[in-house]
């Protein structure tokens, strides 16, 4: 089965450290990846996508680049701010296809805390 | 509204009480999903409605979890004599598109959630 594991948190850096949390997949075919965001108090919200193999999804200073050779989406930014402070959820979604539609698969999360 | 609505926000429940925690998917969405998360974990798929048809009821924990969408639009997810496992965050989120390409990737948009606590 399709299933999604994250690096363990919590992970707490200072503003403008550089940020990678490690996310890698195990699915049959070629799924699309996904980050969302989920900030206290609110829901859970799409951060980037990536939808093919070498595609790299972006937003907000955001990246992560899909890895088909090592099963890998792992999200980095070069300067967080105490804003990013929040729970990152990697996900994937079998693309849709025949009885398919599309379901996503969640990692654990990871919660990141940055401090001024 | 805006955005997904779910209600209540906040339950708390004896055990073996029956709740109804509801779902205001956003208008014209026609694909729509409720998820579980344990504290502590990532959302888990419970159920998928492609409007009013339940498509895949797969990720139901057991026969006391019953879901429905009558009429395509609002969704109200069941859960009867509930146990204290039950305790989680119920999260709906709802897509415009219903998925007929092979590389569709509508976004979904979640509801801020539904914090079930049974005691």
């Known amino acids: 089965g399709n299933s999604v594991t994250q690096m363990e948190g919590p992970v707490t850096l200072s503003e403008e450290a550089f940020l990678t949390i490690n996310c890698t997949y195990t699915a049959t075919g070629y799924p699309s990846l996904f980050w969302y965001v989920q900030y206290p108090g609110e829901g859970l919200q799409l951060l980037l996508k990536?939808?093919?193999?070498?595609d790299k999804g972006s937003n907000k200073g955001f990246e992560a680049t899909y890895r088909k050779e090592t099963t890998s989406f792992h999200l980095e930014k070069g300067s967080v701010q105490v804003s990013d402070s929040a729970v990152y959820f990697c996900?994937?979604?079998?693309?849709?296809?025949?009885?398919?539609?599309?379901?996503?698969?969640f990692g654990q999360g990871t919660i990141l805390t940055v401090h001024p | 509204g805006a955005g997904v609505s779910q209600s209540p926000r906040y339950k708390v429940a004896k055990r073996g009480q029956d709740v109804a925690l509801r779902c205001d998917p956003i208008?014209?969405?026609?694909?729509l999903f409720w998820y579980q998360q344990a504290l502590g974990q990532g959302p888990e798929f419970l159920t998928y409605?492609?409007?009013?048809?339940?498509?895949?009821k797969s990720g139901l924990p057991s026969d006391r979890f019953f879901a429905e969408r009558p009429e395509g639009s609002v969704s109200t997810l069941k859960i009867q004599r509930t146990q204290q496992e039950d305790s989680a965050v119920y999260l709906c989120a709802s897509s415009l598109s219903r998925p007929i390409a092979a590389a569709n990737t509508g976004e979904l948009f979640f509801g801020e959630g539904s914090r079930l606590t049974v005691l």
């Open positions: 996900a994937l979604r079998r693309n849709a296809g025949g009885t398919s539609y599309g379901k996503l698969t």
């Open positions: 990536a939808t093919k193999a070498d």
């Open positions: 208008s014209g969405h026609v694909s």
């Open positions: 409605f492609q409007n009013e048809a339940q498509l895949d």
